[in-house]
């Protein structure tokens, strides 16, 4: 597992972690309508989640994780 959790008090609620999870690890939580992390061990380590949040409510664990990555073509 790599991402570990959303904080709810930091999360607006404003669903960009969501969008940007290639792996579709975030989901709004109806009930309070912020991100939480449905699908951890899915998380591909990518931290686009961690880069496009603006309000910086994502937290990843220092134990898996990598550098993000960009492809120049």
Sequence with gaps: MAIERIDPVLCKGCGICVISCPADVIRMDQESNKAVVRYPE???VCCWCLVECPEDAVRISPIRTSP????WG
């Design 42 to 44: 899915d998380c591909m």
């Design 68 to 71: 993000l990555l960009t492809s």
